[in-house]
Structure formats: structure tokens, C-alpha cells
Nanobody, 115 residues
Framework: QVQLVESGGGLVQAGGSLRLSCAAS????????MGWYRQAPGKQRELVAA???????TYADSVKGRFTISRNYTNNTVDLQMTSLKPEDTAVYYC???WGRGNIWGQGTQVTVSS
């Protein structure tokens, strides 16, 4: 069974930084992408950043220049370095893995940015 384990997150003041990490375990093959989504209260889950096995990386416009995704293709991990955090970045952040059998989600980690 494939599982995603997230770490990081927490409370930070505006302008601060946080790093999220996600590790996949289990028998995995043919990974298409690993990335991060977030969901704020009352809002839909949205893509934050994703790293594709083709080498392509994509970011939401709202985080470009502030967040950096890094993926380790050998260990099946993905990190999200978040800088210059804003109160509007407050959300539950979910790690996502897309592979031949569909999508797998982590349990979510709370990021709260105080003003």
C-alpha cells in the first residue's frame, strides 16, 4: 500500500518561511508527478506546485517567486520551501502523488500565517 507522510507546517508570522516535506512509501512505479495542494476554509483545494517526471515544474501564480518545490526522484520525496509567507497562504497543505493507479493524498498539514 502506498502512503504519503508529510512533515513541516505550523504557525509563522507574515514574511517568514516554512518548509514542508513529503515522503512516499510502498511499492511505487510510474510516478507521473508529485506536488502540493492547499485548501483554505470555505475554498476549494488548489494546486500550489507540482514536479513532473518529465522535468516540468508548475506553480500557482500566487506563489511564484516565493515557493520552491524540489523533488527527489530516487527517494520519492518532495519538499516545498515557502518564503515571504502571507496571511492568505494560510491553509491545510496536502502532498499529492499521481501515478499509474491514480492520485494519492497525504493527511494534510496546517500552515498558519499571522499578520
Amino acid at each position: 500500500q502506498v502512503q504519503l507522510v508529510e512533515s513541516g507546517g505550523g504557525l509563522v508570522q507574515a514574511g517568514g518561511s516554512l518548509r514542508l516535506s513529503c515522503a512516499a512509501s510502498g511499492s511505487i512505479s510510474s510516478i507521473n508527478s508529485m506536488g502540493w495542494y492547499r485548501q483554505a476554509p470555505g475554498k476549494q483545494r488548489e494546486l500550489v506546485a507540482a514536479a513532473y517526471s518529465s522535468g516540468r515544474i508548475t506553480y500557482a501564480d500566487s506563489v511564484k517567486g516565493r515557493f520552491t518545490i524540489s523533488r527527489n526522484y530516487t527517494n520519492n520525496t518532495v519538499d516545498l520551501q515557502m518564503t515571504s509567507l502571507k496571511p492568505e497562504d494560510t491553509a491545510v497543505y496536502y502532498c499529492d502523488l499521481n501515478w499509474g493507479r491514480g492520485n494519492i493524498w497525504g493527511q494534510g498539514t496546517q500552515v498558519t500565517v499571522s499578520s
